[in-house]
């Protein structure tokens, strides 16, 4: 089901899966950005997100004062959440958001409960959030119908999934 209660952001939520996939959608202003977190933080409490995704390409630079906000009252209110698993999606060329993004998932490592992973691309992050679900193709149809669709990195080839045998 697609969510546009927070114009800032684009909004897809799977109550089967107990997913919710975001991405940012105000361009540079970034005026809005602690509201929208904030309005996005209650919205997967009230809809019980089990798994989230993340994409934070289409997000301008993270300010210091935002990366402390982050740290000091958005994370730790999110680890209130029911989340099992997070997949943040952060191109290569997103290097400082990397970083910063990175910076504070180390200070709040030793009371995160739940799995946190980084993909390139939005396809194969969800793809490994759901365990290949086969409701990811609905899903992918229903974004793409809604916010168009989600662009092949370059080559056209997407990140491959490691498969190891368990013992």
């Not at 060329?93 to 490592?109: K, M």
């Amino acid at each position: 089901m697609i969510i546009n209660e927070i114009g800032e952001l684009l909004m897809q939520h799977s109550e089967p899966l107990g997913l919710l996939r975001t991405s940012w959608a105000a361009g540079r202003d970034m005026s809005q950005f602690r509201g929208a977190l904030t309005r996005a933080q209650g919205l997967a409490k009230k809809l019980g997100v089990r798994r989230c995704l993340l994409e934070l390409d289409a997000l301008p630079d993270i300010s210091a004062y935002d990366q402390a906000w982050l740290a000091t009252q958005w994370i730790p209110n999110s680890l209130q959440l029911s989340l099992q698993q997070v997949v943040i999606v952060l191109s290569p060329r997103r290097i400082y958001n990397q970083q910063a993004v990175e910076g504070l998932l180390l200070v709040a490592r030793p009371f995160i409960k739940f799995d946190v992973q980084f993909f390139s691309q939005p396809v194969a992050g969800l793809r490994w959030l759901t365990d290949y679900s086969p409701l990811v193709p609905e899903l992918l149809t229903e974004w793409d119908a809604a916010f168009g669709p989600t662009p092949l990195p370059p080559g056209g080839v997407q990140e491959p999934r490691a498969y190891y045998d368990r013992y």
